[in-house]
Antibody
Framework: QAQLVESGGGLVKPGGSLRLSCAASGFTFSGYYMSWIRQAPGKGLEWVSYISDSGGNTNYADSVKGRFTISRDNAKSSLYLQLNSLKIEDTAVYYC??????????????WGQGTVVTVSS | QSALTQPHSVSGSPGQSVTIACTGTTSDVGSYNYVSWYQQRPGKAPKLMIYDVNMRPSGVPDRFSASKSGNTASLTISGLQADDEADYYCCSYAGSYTVIFGGGTKLTVL
């Protein structure tokens, strides 16, 4: 069945960097818009970034613009998020999520289990 | 952009109905018929319950229904069951390939 598996989270100091990965299986990854969505401890969901099915179009939340970079490799059915200049407030569970073809970007019908990013000195 | 506004918590007894409101602006909920709702149990990933304002994915019980009027979307859960206890988030397309979530509502089944 359709599955997303995130990896790459960990503990990093403020100002540091991390690269998150999301491996897809069981569905046609290249047809899906993909997003990263995060959830700070005890808080709600926050959309972080989106990438189109081809990878040719991306967008970011204002809170991460200029610091995070989303990318994908359709040949490897993988999604990535490069996190630079990390701040304490970036501490969260990071989920990758997919929006099926011809559905709106807010419709995420596939979610990973999340990977934890902790930014602390 | 500020999160969509949801009540912090709602509650109901088994068999009753509850409605969760989600208020946005003319830049998001009010402009697009692209509102979705997610159920999140503790420690788990969110699950899509409603998309395109009032459409249910296969497998979601018809006890879950939703609507939208102006800048406010609503999720109604009828015939409450203990298993419905979870956090619920609304989500709206906000134009220019951006998405905005609500702050979340904790549903307690008494």
């Amino acid at each position: 069945q359709a599955q997303l598996v995130e990896s790459g989270g960990g503990l990093v100091k403020p100002g540091g960097s991390l690269r998150l990965s999301c491996a897809a299986s069981g569905f046609t990854f290249s047809g899906y818009y993909m997003s990263w969505i995060r959830q700070a401890p005890g808080k709600g969901l926050e959309w972080v970034s989106y990438i189109s099915d081809s990878g040719g179009n991306t967008n970011y939340a204002d809170s991460v613009k200029g610091r995070f970079t989303i990318s994908r490799d359709n040949a490897k059915s993988s999604l990535y998020l490069q996190l630079n200049s990390l701040k304490i407030e970036d501490t969260a569970v990071y989920y990758c999520a997919g929006s099926p073809p011809r559905y709106s970007l807010d419709t995420h019908d596939i979610w990973g289990q999340g990977t934890v990013v902790t930014v602390s000195s | 952009q500020s999160a969509l506004t949801q009540p912090h918590s709602v509650s109901g007894s088994p068999g009753q109905s509850v409605t969760i409101a989600c208020t946005g602006t003319t830049s998001d909920v009010g402009s697009y018929n692209y509102v979705s709702w997610y159920q999140q149990r503790p420690g788990k990933a969110p699950k899509l319950m409603i998309y395109d304002v009032n459409m249910r994915p296969s497998g979601v019980p018809d006890r879950f229904s939703a609507s939208k009027s102006g800048n406010t979307a609503s999720l109604t859960i009828s015939g409450l069951q203990a298993d419905d206890e979870a956090d619920y988030y609304c989500c709206s397309y906000a134009g220019s390939y951006t998405v905005i979530f609500g702050g979340g509502t904790k549903l307690t089944v008494l």
